[in-house]
């Protein structure tokens, strides 16, 4: 039967039982996308304290690093100099002059 055939009660019918079915298919796309979202920030957090672990880590290292420097040598200077064209350039300026 197409719907040429059909009455007007039954088109009416079929119209809402698509508008349910469609709302019932985008509740269900909605509650997916909120759990993926939800997936996706645990995700987030966990990488973001899997990252500030590591950060920790090594600052801990360089604390210890800094800390056998200065016992073996007597002192720890982050700033060292160079001398380029008979100038001292501090090694954080370095990158500029291509030391």
Known sequence: MNNNEKTLEQLK???ED???ALATIQKT???KEAEEEKQR???LAAEKEAR???IEAAEK???KLKSEFAKDYGS???VRTYSTNNKNIP???SWVFEV
């Open 61 to 63: 290292h360089l604390i």
């Open 13 to 15: 019918k079929e119209l």
């Open 91 to 93: 090694d954080y300026l």
């Open 52 to 54: 500030r672990a590591e």
């Open 29 to 31: 796309v909605e509650e």
């Open 76 to 78: 720890y200077s982050a």
């Open 18 to 20: 698509a508008k349910n």
């Open 41 to 43: 920030q645990a995700k």
